[in-house]
């Protein structure tokens, strides 16, 4: 376990609530050749390809409903049908309707009360099995606020808070559950979904910034090879690789086992296309030039380690802070100072 420190109380906790959640199985789609197949094909490819495969393009136009008060904030959420398209059947099942319904809420700080639009935004990516904007609109809403004077917009990823499948156990579940091929199509969703909003925002903002936390880092992380004109990218505790923990979701193990015992193939090629380090391969690294990473010193869940290894290899600047996964909040102001200060000089 090595050393005990103070963020420990709530990194350890987590962890075992996370072991205890997934223990179950799901009722998911049975892995079998012609479904995995699609997604071998990418295997030593330009990564890219694969989340850009099949984007729909549309209209950028988001149905917004009736603003109401949310603490210092009006928020209002928007919804359309996702820009993305599966490769594969494996939405079919009238339970994931839910998940190709794309929603996003947007905050207002009440002190431009209607009367007054910001020029920034800030579009927000949580993390995993998160269920709620509470603790986001209490804390990192109000300091993204006071630091950028902007509006806020955060997406609900798929099978998360409202897009949960029926029979989702929690929040994620669908997620990051270990099958591959369902986290494959989640993550290339999430990334369509973040181009989208982007562009929206460009339209609208004369700045605009996109911040992701944990599995949102690492979606964030992701988006930089594809979203290269934007003020400031942030991507706040994000892996450099796409290993699944197997304290946050110990099935992945099982699955793993399984995809060889069957001859299917090896977990390595189907989540070739997650993995950052293959977007330099075979061209160079295409990142936002103002990009940022977040890293702390006591993350149980991303090591530091693999926070400064993606730092290094996209040679981008690497902000660290004496905390763990779930404590970012406590140095969150200062980072962000920092940061756009940075990026405006």
Request: hydrophobic share 40%; aromatic share 14%.
């Amino acid at each position: 376990m090595g050393l005990i420190v103070p963020t420990d109380l709530l990194e350890y906790p987590m962890i075992n609530y996370f072991k205890y959640r997934n223990k179950g199985k799901l009722k998911d789609t049975a892995l079998s050749q012609s479904l995995i197949s699609p997604y071998t094909r990418f295997f030593r490819k330009n990564p890219r390809n694969f989340f850009i495969e099949n984007f729909k393009k549309q209209p950028l136009n988001i149905k917004w409903g009736k603003p109401s008060t949310r603490g210092r904030f009006f928020r209002s959420t928007g919804q359309l049908t996702s820009p993305y398209q599966p490769l594969s059947p494996i939405l079919e099942d009238t339970k994931y309707q839910p998940v190709l319904r794309m929603v996003t809420h947007k905050y207002q700080h009440k002190d431009f009360n209607g009367r007054n639009e910001p020029k920034s935004a800030i579009l927000f990516i949580h993390g995993y099995a998160e269920n709620t904007f509470f603790f986001h609109e209490i804390s990192y809403f109000r300091i993204f606020y006071q630091i950028f004077k902007n509006n806020i917009f955060s997406l609900e990823l798929p099978h998360h808070f409202s897009r949960q499948p029926r029979d989702s156990p929690f929040s994620g579940a669908y997620y990051l559950n270990g099958n591959p091929i369902r986290m494959l199509e989640s993550i290339r969703q999430s990334l369509q979904e973040i181009i989208y909003l982007v562009q929206y925002l460009k339209e609208r903002y004369d700045r605009v910034i996109l911040l992701g936390v944990s599995l949102g880092g690492h979606l964030t992380a992701l988006a930089t090879q594809f979203i290269t004109d934007v003020d400031i990218i942030c991507a706040l505790a994000s892996p450099f690789l796409f290993k699944l923990n197997p304290k946050i979701v110990p099935v992945s193990s099982t699955i793993m086992s399984q995809l060889k015992r069957d001859g299917h193939t090896n977990w390595y090629r189907i989540l070739y296309m997650c993995n950052l380090k293959y977007f330099g391969l075979p061209t160079p690294f295409n990142t936002n030039r103002n990009t940022a990473i977040i890293g702390g010193i006591y993350d149980r869940i991303v090591p530091l380690s693999s926070v400064q290894d993606l730092a290094q290899m996209i040679n981008k600047p690497l902000f660290v802070y004496p905390g763990g996964h779930l404590s970012l909040i406590v140095w969150l102001r200062s980072l962000l100072s920092q940061i756009n200060c940075l990026f405006i000089s």
